[in-house]
Nanobody
Framework: QEHLTEFGGGSVITGGSLRLSCVAS????????MSWYRQAPGKQRELVAG???????NYADSVKGRFTISRDNAKNTAYLQMNNLKPDDTANYYC??????????WGQGTQVTVSS
């Protein structure tokens, strides 16, 4: 079983950067497709970026060119580098692991606030 913990949220001004980390506690992280989602108040949770276990990536149109997802299997960690942040990026960011037959898991979330 995997337990996910996110780090790196905070408050920045428009144009700033943050790097989120998602650390998995289990031993099969390398088999997981990892994703970052976000949810703003009053809105549905949306996919921000994903990276497969083969390191193929995909991004929401709203973050393409500004956010980069990556992973380090040796550290059981997935990252989300967020540059040129905008107020619309303000949300609670969640890490998700899809490990197929071994299930899927969510982190507890980390808040990102971007002020103008």
């Amino acid at each position: 079983q995997e337990h996910l913990t996110e780090f790196g949220g905070g408050s920045v001004i428009t144009g700033g950067s943050l790097r989120l980390s998602c650390v998995a506690s289990g031993s099969i992280f390398r088999l997981a497709d990892m994703s970052w989602y976000r949810q703003a108040p009053g809105k549905q949770r949306e996919l921000v970026a994903g990276i497969t276990r083969g390191e193929n990536t995909n991004y929401a149109d709203s973050v393409k060119g500004r956010f980069t997802i990556s992973r380090d299997n040796a550290k059981n960690t997935a990252y989300l580098q967020m540059n040129n942040l905008k107020p619309d990026d303000t949300a609670n960011y969640y890490c998700h692991a899809d490990i197929g037959d071994w299930g899927d898991y969510w982190g507890q979330g980390t808040q990102v606030t971007v002020s103008s």
